[in-house]
């Protein structure tokens, strides 16, 4: 056993590192709390809504300290990315070891967590990483300095089989309280089920409270106006979402907009489940006059690169992106003004991340799903092919989570007889009872939902019998 880590000096206090290096004037919600209980060496278990600034409870803190390294385990490669183009923008010693860093660049990395004292201050890193005998070997030279100062998991959910994003890789993460049982933990995430956060808190074996500090926030974003729209195969959806967006235009021309701002410059995300589909969307709404581009695993990275790049800086011809689920995760726009799903998602918490996309400057933002029983069922297929599919390491509880989570979401399109914001807090078992009087379909007209309902949706019959000939067993690939 090691002796305990010395006092780390501490720089001026945290407001003015929030200005001077974050450039933020005031701190959110829990933010100060977080930070002065990480600063105190507290294991911390931080879940929040999407967009509240949890990357700064563990951010500020690594740079508050004068030395050491804090290790960041993230999921996706886009997170880890945007996260060190920001802090290197900010000033920051941080960098990533991932497949995308090139051999001399990783060399560099290695030499300095070899030296014991790492000049890094966050070092963004996959799960499957850490799990290699090398990594470990380094970290371990860093840890005996006494200048590992922190180990945080971004996105927890995914160490657990019941999360929606489960990576098998998650679950080695135990290693790091028992080899480096000095080293505090922050463990980070906006969608844990009461299991989920069970299985997190077991898994990385964090101590019982004082010890651990908890912080629960509501996963409620007030400013998101939910809606859910009900369709039928035969449904025109294209012609519904551009007389909405036309709307938008129409009443942003109908204000005095600042010079040169365009009417049309209204940011949005359009969510496909094919590749196929969203290039057929994007050049539909091109050719309606909307500024579409679309995005999926099938450009070169360069094609990605340059539409994300544009859209960020809302480039003209860019405001809409058509996309397959993995855009936006990590890129941090904040005034996007709308997400739609074109079709249902595969699962509760998927829908609650990608809607979160939406609003982060905390201004008001749409949320449209289109829902149709027709796509209920096609999902529901490749929901089930997913779980059957005997994947070695597949579980009976990642299974399960799967099915579950994706009927919850079916359970939330069909139901008219309670608030969005209220059913969302239901499913992740937040006691918030939120306030959202206009700011769902549901507050915002009862009976005017019933009706859309009734008129959209096609018969469960008709369904059925379709169902039973084999009509939405198609299978397709989805990206
Ligand atoms: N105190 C603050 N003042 C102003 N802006 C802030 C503050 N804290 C964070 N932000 C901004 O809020 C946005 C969202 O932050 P962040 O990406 O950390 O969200 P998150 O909680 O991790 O959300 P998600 O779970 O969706 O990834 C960022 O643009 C960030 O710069």
Same mark, same amino acid.
């Given at each position: ?33 977080? !930070?002065? $209980? ?32 804090? !290790? ?7 997170? #880890? ?12 010693? $941080? ?30 890193? %996959? ?14 030279? +860093? ?9 945080? !998991? ?20 135990? #290693? ?12 980070? %995430? ?28 509501? %996963? ?86 340059? +539409? ?20 936006? #995760? ?9 997400? +739609?799903?074109?079709? +249902? ?18 201004? $008001? ?29 597949? %579980? ?16 939330? =399109? ?25 700011? =769902? ?39």
């Amino acid at each position: 056993m090691m002796p305990p880590k010395p006092f780390k000096k501490r720089k001026p206090d945290i407001d003015f590192t929030l200005r001077r290096v974050f450039k933020k004037t005031t701190f959110r919600s829990v933010q100060r709390q977080v !930070i002065e $209980a990480a600063l105190e060496g507290h294991d911390v278990y931080l879940q929040a809504a999407t967009g509240l600034g949890k990357s700064l409870c563990f951010q500020l803190p690594a740079v508050q300290v004068e030395y050491g390294i804090t !290790i960041v385990v993230s999921p996706l490669l886009s997170i #880890m990315s945007n996260q060190v183009d920001a802090l290197l923008e900010a000033g920051i010693n $941080a960098a990533t070891l991932n497949s995308t860093v090139g051999y001399e660049d990783k060399l560099k990395i290695f030499r300095d967590l070899e030296c014991g004292h790492p000049k890094i201050r966050l070092l963004y890193v %996959t799960p499957e990483l850490c799990a290699t005998q090398n990594f470990r070997k380094k970290l371990e030279i +860093v840890y005996r300095q006494r200048e590992l100062n922190r180990i945080v !998991i971004d996105e927890a959910h995914c160490i657990s089989e019941w999360g929606h994003d489960f990576r098998p890789a998650f679950k080695l993460l135990s #290693m790091f309280k028992t080899e480096y049982p000095l080293v505090p933990i922050t463990a980070v %995430t906006a969608t844990a089920t009461d299991r989920v956060r069970e299985d997190i808190v077991t898994i990385l074996r964090l101590p019982p409270p004082p010890t651990l500090k908890m912080y629960l926030l509501s %996963t409620a974003r007030s400013s998101l106006h939910y809606e859910v729209r009900f369709k039928n195969d035969e449904a025109n959806i294209l012609e519904d979402f551009l007389s909405w967006l036309r709307s938008v235009h129409q009443r942003r021309q109908e204000r005095d907009l600042p010079e040169g701002e365009r009417s049309d410059a209204v940011s949005g995300i359009i969510y496909c489940q094919r590749r196929q589909s969203c290039e057929e969307l994007a050049a539909a709404l091109r050719d309606n006059g909307i500024g579409a581009k679309c995005y999926h695993a099938g450009l070169t990275n360069d094609e990605k690169e340059e +539409v994300a790049r544009s859209w960020l800086v809302d480039k003209p011809g860019y405001d809409v992106i058509v996309a397959t689920t993995a855009f936006g #995760m990590g890129i941090d726009k904040p005034n996007v003004r709308f997400v +739609v799903h074109w079709q +249902v998602s595969k699962s509760f918490e998927g829908y609650y991340q990608e809607a979160g996309r939406a609003g982060r400057d905390g201004k $008001a933002a749409r949320c449209i799903l289109y829902y149709s029983r027709e796509d209920r069922d096609r999902t529901q297929y490749l929901v089930n092919l997913e779980a059957s599919k005997k994947r070695s390491g597949t %579980t009976l509880g990642e299974t399960l989570g799967k099915v579950q989570s994706f009927a919850s979401l079916i359970s939330y =399109c069909e139901s008219t007889d309670i608030c969005r914001h209220q059913a969302i807090c239901d499913y992740f078992s937040d006691p918030e009872k939120p306030v959202c009087e206009w700011a =769902c379909d549901y507050c915002k007209d009862k009976d005017a939902l019933k009706r859309a309902k009734m008129l959209g949706l096609a018969e469960e019959e008709w369904v059925s019998t379709q169902r039973e000939v084999g009509a939405y067993t198609v299978r397709y690939e989805i990206e």
